[in-house]
């Protein structure tokens, strides 16, 4: 069995996926690998929608730690290969330092932990190769019990080695991933030796066989032979021959003193590779089919003509016509005279057969964007190729007419990954040579070796910025620059230049969306809500449909807590994508802090069922399942959670919460436990474990938890609170300080309106109870009614008097009334 690579693959991913579909079509299926593979390809469409916003994820209130994990600090010093891959990250990973990229992965490891359905998923998105390798190896190992060799072909390996080199290596001689049976061999064919950083220690389990053009030396050596010895006349053989030794001695055979001497070798290498096609019809078919880069059945009959439609077949079994799929290609060292002859002979009929083959491609590319809508269109694979080879023949048709829009679509590529950018850069690089332009070469060179670089730690932001140093890049073009390369500084923290990058690019395009996004963006995560405001009001103004532009505008004015006008946004941003389960869940999650449970309930579960590893719903429906008391419900969700996201401390807050509502104490302790491990500076953490402690009565160890809570939070009025039971539990006076303590703090919030208020009147009664101050107690509840309360934060109420009752033993007579009054006002809310 054989599989065969060339640089059709644009990724150690690409390459294992065409080794396993090659060996399916010979009847023999990885599908262990081909399973794993589909799950991947699915994670990282998730991962897409996941990752944007940037921020959305985060649970309200709660900052991103200025620290990277020690885990993301190794894996970004060493530049892991696969990095690059992550989803919305492909174009700006590579720029970012050490520590920014690792606190970047970190950020982009808990949004997509809160997405998945298990650790798994997200490690399979953040690093593809260490999970899809050994699985793709033990396959490719089972394979090889039932057949009696497997060779794998990896050509052109000059330009693939910078992707594929280290992963090759790995697989066939390292033993990261397990060592590859006996009957498994590669042959690996380019132009030059194999790269010794990688291969140097496996050498001796390599045969080298050399089929080179000759290097400069032995051209130089054979010409030198015939008595060519003009340095000028040896420059131009070297030139028009790519040193290709039948070419340079054909030339040389001729011994030219002069350079006017030197005929151009296309035509004579043409005959030679056609000498034994006598048909003139099948000749010009022949040459005519070299232009385009690659070839199927469809771009064979827009050049044949008609009387020879039905010969594709045949020209597949030429020998220098190689493909697989359904596709064809000439070997380089055919196509390269073929093409520079049709160029010299005509360079009318050139232009137009490049522009035919670029019109075939425009209408593959609009036939695919009826079924799209715009704003995927760059997403979709099969749509970029379309555009790529369109772009191609354009450039070979008019050059310097060409440049300055794929230039603009370049720019477009450095959002997609680096090996997006590579394959612009490879089709500049390549209508470069082939119409012997210098501009085009020239920014094909510096484009590509930006994009080889960004493996090795530069992305495509420096791309970008040649990019904008660009004469002929138009100005949507550059506009579009500066917002990628804001939207990277965005994602790098470096907020203040983000928005000099957005400013810059809505002076050249006042109305441009993105821009303006980015800008409500990059204001929401400073804390300017103002601007951030103004910014996605604008948004909207440019294009009234946009849903996302309402879910942030929604996300920002919950933040503001302006919860009606909040979801307000999200009921438009659901009207305009009914089935996108980020804004149905964001208007759930609002509902929730608005106390409106059943409305909550009602969306969340929705939420889930359109995507059923979105992570933040399930914690969230946890959360008000447990203040409605339907605990094995709230453990349900949590554990489900906690499955998804065991880095996420708030959801082992939450199920200890509810494991100590229901007096499982030990798995409550066990939960708060993980919590403080995972997040040792969350005051909430020790809060809540020194009230498990206190209803244990393990009263030293709740002091100690509730002293530091305070330590890290000397202005939380509940902790002084939680504080000061324990205290009194314990028959020390130092009760009433903390007790008092508390009252202040929330009656200053009261004071202060807004939605605290609501809730700090709600805490003054209980505190009231407490320090058995009932008519207080009766007028702060009278306040806190007063205050239209929603149901759920009425159930809170409840549900703080009846534990401070079971606490301090109050006489039912004193707390009864007021649990009356606040039952009846949660009926009457239902």
């Known amino acids: 069995?054989?599989?065969?690579?060339?640089?059709?693959?644009?990724?150690?991913?690409?390459?294992?996926?065409?080794?396993?579909?090659?060996?399916?079509?010979?009847?023999?299926?990885?599908?262990?690998?081909?399973?794993?593979?589909?799950?991947?390809?699915?994670?990282?469409?998730?991962?897409?929608?996941?990752?944007?916003?940037?921020?959305?994820?985060?649970?309200?209130?709660?900052?991103?730690?200025?620290?990277?994990?020690?885990?993301?600090?190794?894996?970004?010093?060493?530049?892991?290969?696969?990095?690059?891959?992550?989803?919305?990250?492909?174009?700006?990973?590579?720029?970012?330092?050490?520590?920014?990229?690792?606190?970047?992965?970190?950020?982009?490891?808990?949004?997509?932990?809160?997405?998945?359905?298990?650790?798994?998923?997200?490690?399979?998105?953040?690093?593809?190769?260490?999970?899809?390798?050994?699985?793709?190896?033990?396959?490719?190992?089972?394979?090889?019990?039932?057949?009696?060799?497997?060779?794998?072909?990896?050509?052109?390996?000059?330009?693939?080695?910078?992707?594929?080199?280290?992963?090759?290596?790995?697989?066939?001689?390292?033993?990261?991933?397990?060592?590859?049976?006996?009957?498994?061999?590669?042959?690996?064919?380019?132009?030059?030796?194999?790269?010794?950083?990688?291969?140097?220690?496996?050498?001796?389990?390599?045969?080298?066989?050399?089929?080179?053009?000759?290097?400069?030396?032995?051209?130089?050596?054979?010409?030198?032979?015939?008595?060519?010895?003009?340095?000028?006349?040896?420059?131009?053989?070297?030139?028009?021959?790519?040193?290709?030794?039948?070419?340079?001695?054909?030339?040389?055979?001729?011994?030219?003193?002069?350079?006017?001497?030197?005929?151009?070798?296309?035509?004579?290498?043409?005959?030679?590779?056609?000498?034994?096609?006598?048909?003139?019809?099948?000749?010009?078919?022949?040459?005519?089919?070299?232009?385009?880069?690659?070839?199927?059945?469809?771009?064979?009959?827009?050049?044949?003509?008609?009387?020879?439609?039905?010969?594709?077949?045949?020209?597949?079994?030429?020998?220098?016509?190689?493909?697989?799929?359904?596709?064809?290609?000439?070997?380089?060292?055919?196509?390269?005279?073929?093409?520079?002859?049709?160029?010299?002979?005509?360079?009318?009929?050139?232009?137009?057969?490049?522009?035919?083959?670029?019109?075939?491609?425009?209408?593959?590319?609009?036939?695919?964007?009826?079924?799209?809508?715009?704003?995927?269109?760059?997403?979709?694979?099969?749509?970029?190729?379309?555009?790529?080879?369109?772009?191609?023949?354009?450039?070979?048709?008019?050059?310097?007419?060409?440049?300055?829009?794929?230039?603009?679509?370049?720019?477009?590529?450095?959002?997609?990954?680096?090996?997006?950018?590579?394959?612009?850069?490879?089709?500049?690089?390549?209508?470069?040579?082939?119409?012997?332009?210098?501009?085009?070469?020239?920014?094909?060179?510096?484009?590509?070796?930006?994009?080889?670089?960004?493996?090795?730690?530069?992305?495509?932001?420096?791309?970008?910025?040649?990019?904008?140093?660009?004469?002929?890049?138009?100005?949507?073009?550059?506009?579009?620059?500066?917002?990628?390369?804001?939207?990277a500084r965005r994602a790098e923290g470096q907020y203040d230049n983000a928005l000099k990058g957005y400013e810059a690019a809505l002076t050249l395009t006042p109305n441009l969306h993105r821009a303006h996004y980015g800008r409500g963006e990059t204001h929401r995560l400073m804390g300017h809500y103002e601007q951030a405001l103004a910014a996605f009001t604008r948004c909207i103004s440019i294009e009234p449909d946009d849903s996302a532009s309402f879910t942030s505008r929604g996300f920002t004015l919950l933040l503001m807590k302006r919860d009606e006008e909040a979801l307000a946004d999200y009921n438009r941003a659901i009207e305009l994508g009914p089935n996108r389960a980020w804004p149905i869940a964001s208007r759930g999650e609002t509902y929730r802090i608005m106390g409106r449970y059943n409305e909550a309930l009602a969306d969340l579960t929705y939420a889930i069922e359109l995507a059923p590893t979105f992570l933040w719903p399930h914690a969230s429906r946890g959360e008000i399942y447990r203040r409605l008391g339907r605990y094995d419900e709230a453990l349900a969700d949590l554990t489900y959670a906690i499955e998804l996201a065991p880095e996420d401390s708030w959801n082992f807050i939450r199920r200890g919460d509810v494991y100590r509502a229901m007096r499982r104490y030990e798995e409550a302790l066990a939960d708060f436990h993980s919590a403080i491990d995972l997040t040792p500076e969350n005051f909430w953490s020790y809060c809540r474990r020194g009230d498990v402690y206190r209803s244990m009565g393990r009263y030293d160890e709740a002091i100690a938890d509730l002293r530091y809570a305070l330590e890290l939070k000397p202005s939380n009025g509940w902790c002084h609170f939680r504080y000061g039971l324990v205290l009194h539990l314990l028959g020390r006076s130092e009760e009433h300080r903390h007790l008092g303590r508390a009252v202040e703090v929330f009656s200053r919030k009261a004071a202060a309106g807004g939605r605290g208020m609501v809730h700090a009147r709600g805490n003054l009664m209980v505190v009231y109870c407490a320090t058995h101050e009932w008519d207080k107690a009766a007028e702060e509840l009278n306040h806190f009614l007063d205050c239209a309360p929603s149901g759920g934060r009425i159930l809170e109420a409840l549900n703080d008097l009846k534990d401070l009752q079971h606490v301090l033993t109050i006489a039912p007579f004193r707390i009864e009334p007021l649990c009356e009054r606040l039952h009846a006002a949660h009926q009457q809310q239902e």
């Open 1 to 487: 069995m054989t599989a065969y690579l060339d640089d059709d693959v644009h990724s150690v991913i690409e390459a294992m996926e065409a080794i396993s579909c090659q060996l399916a079509r010979q009847g023999t299926a990885l599908k262990t690998f081909e399973k794993l593979l589909a799950i991947y390809q699915q994670r990282c469409y998730e991962a897409e929608s996941a990752v944007g916003p940037a921020g959305q994820g985060e649970a309200l209130g709660e900052a991103a730690g200025p620290a990277a994990s020690a885990s993301s600090t190794v894996a970004a010093q060493a530049s892991l290969a696969g990095l690059g891959l992550l989803p919305g990250m492909g174009a700006v990973a590579g720029a970012m330092d050490p520590q920014q990229l690792a606190r970047a992965a970190d950020r982009l490891r808990a949004t997509l932990g809160t997405r998945f359905r298990s650790h798994t998923d997200a490690q399979l998105v953040l690093s593809p190769l260490r999970l899809l390798t050994p699985v793709f190896m033990e396959d490719l190992a089972g394979v090889a019990e039932r057949r009696p060799w497997i060779v794998l072909f990896f050509d052109v390996l000059e330009q693939t080695g910078p992707l594929l080199n280290e992963w090759v290596c790995d697989v066939l001689v390292g033993d990261e991933y397990g060592e590859l049976p006996a009957n498994v061999l590669a042959v690996l064919s380019g132009q030059d030796r194999l790269d010794t950083r990688c291969w140097g220690d496996h050498l001796d389990l390599v045969a080298d066989i050399p089929l080179e053009v000759f290097t400069e030396n032995e051209a130089r050596q054979l010409l030198t032979a015939r008595g060519v010895t003009s340095e000028e006349v040896i420059q131009v053989v070297l030139h028009l021959t790519g040193r290709l030794p039948v070419l340079v001695d054909t030339l040389a055979q001729n011994r030219p003193q002069g350079v006017g001497e030197v005929d151009d070798p296309s035509d004579s290498a043409v005959e030679r590779f056609l000498k034994w096609i006598t048909d003139p019809r099948l000749r010009d078919i022949s040459r005519v089919c070299a232009l385009p880069l690659q070839l199927d059945e469809d771009i064979y009959r827009t050049l044949a003509p008609a009387s020879a439609a039905d010969q594709y077949n045949w020209l597949r079994n030429l020998p220098f016509v190689t493909g697989s799929a359904g596709h064809a290609r000439y070997h380089d060292v055919v196509r390269t005279p073929m093409i520079r002859l049709q160029r010299t002979q005509s360079p009318m009929r050139w232009q137009q057969q490049h522009i035919h083959i670029a019109d075939v491609y425009q209408q593959r590319r609009q036939a695919q964007e009826r079924a799209l809508p715009p704003s995927s269109y760059w997403a979709n694979a099969a749509w970029r190729e379309h555009k790529l080879s369109e772009t191609y023949h354009l450039l070979c048709a008019h050059p310097a007419q060409a440049l300055p829009d794929a230039l603009h679509e370049i720019v477009h590529t450095c959002e997609h990954g680096v090996a997006v950018v590579r394959r612009w850069a490879q089709a500049l690089l390549q209508a470069g040579h082939d119409t012997d332009d210098p501009e085009l070469t020239n920014w094909g060179q510096r484009l590509g070796a930006t994009s080889v670089e960004s493996d090795a730690g530069t992305s495509a932001k420096g791309a970008l910025t040649q990019l904008l140093a660009a004469a002929e890049l138009p100005v949507h073009g550059r506009a579009l620059a500066y917002t990628l390369l804001a939207n």
